[in-house]
T-cell receptor, first 111, second 112 residues
Framework: KNEVEQSPQNLTAQEGEFITINCSYSVGISALHWLQQHPGGGIVSLFM???GKKKHGRLIATINIQEKHSSLHITASHPRDSAVYICAVLNYGGSQGNLIFGKGTKLSVKP | DADVTQTPRNRITKTGKRIMLECSQTKGHDRMYWYRQDPGLGLRLIYYSFDVKDINKGEISDGYSVSRQAQAKFSLSLESAIPNQTALYFCATSRGFGEKLFFGSGTQLSVL
């Protein structure tokens, strides 16, 4: 069983829709990262969080430590949000080298 | 200019060849990482370094070696490339433990 599971694997939405991507993990963690990988391959860090909620523009990330679950929400989605979204967890007590990555959720937003 | 620069962007090589991928950063970060990405799999850690004198193996270090020439430079070598090392390789940096990661643009390596 993978230690970090993302759902859905693939998601197609219409422009303007509210989108939710989920990440569940089975290990104790110190922090959780959300990353965005553009169609050209480049990876950008969106959020790093260890509790609660963070917001940046139209993106909101939440984490529930007790339930071992995080969500990434995109409000008013736009075709430029089309990308692969990756969840990664920092294993509790581990070094940064212990990041465990999910396989990603591929989002396609249609105009 | 990019904060984390990888060279080359693309490379095609033959089985048995030695190849080096280079990474340089202007972030001033001590921590640097090499990952590989394969279709359908998550990013996997090859090697990481917390400073010039600190090199650590990651999850999949067999067949790879690294050199931290300076705080700003971290190179990945494939001593004798094999086809299953065909992948997208990323260098990344971070300021400290649990901190945000900054990625290079990636190197697409094909071993024929």
């Amino acid at each position: 069983k993978n230690e970090v599971e993302q759902s859905p694997q693939n998601l197609t939405a219409q422009e303007g829709e509210f989108i939710t991507i989920n990440c569940s993990y089975s290990v104790g963690i110190s922090a959780l990262h959300w990353l965005q990988q553009h169609p050209g391959g480049g990876i950008v860090s969106l959020f790093m969080l260890s509790s609660g909620k963070k917001k940046h523009g139209r993106l909101i990330a939440t984490i529930n430590i007790q339930e071992k679950h995080s969500s990434l929400h995109i409000t008013a989605s736009h075709p430029r949000d089309s990308a692969v979204y990756i969840c990664a967890v920092l294993n509790y007590g581990g070094s940064q080298g212990n990041l465990i990555f999910g396989k990603g959720t591929k989002l396609s937003v249609k105009p | 200019d990019a904060d984390v620069t990888q060279t080359p962007r693309n490379r095609i090589t033959k089985t048995g060849k030695r190849i080096m991928l280079e990474c340089s950063q202007t972030k001033g970060h001590d921590r640097m990482y090499w990952y590989r990405q394969d279709p359908g799999l998550g990013l996997r850690l090859i090697y990481y370094s917390f400073d010039v004198k600190d090199i650590n193996k990651g999850e999949i270090s067999d067949g790879y070696s690294v050199s931290r020439q300076a705080q700003a430079k971290f190179s990945l070598s494939l001593e004798s490339a094999i086809p299953n090392q065909t992948a997208l390789y990323f260098c990344a940096t971070s300021r400290g433990f649990g901190e945000k990661l900054f990625f290079g643009s990636g190197t697409q390596l094909s071993v024929l």
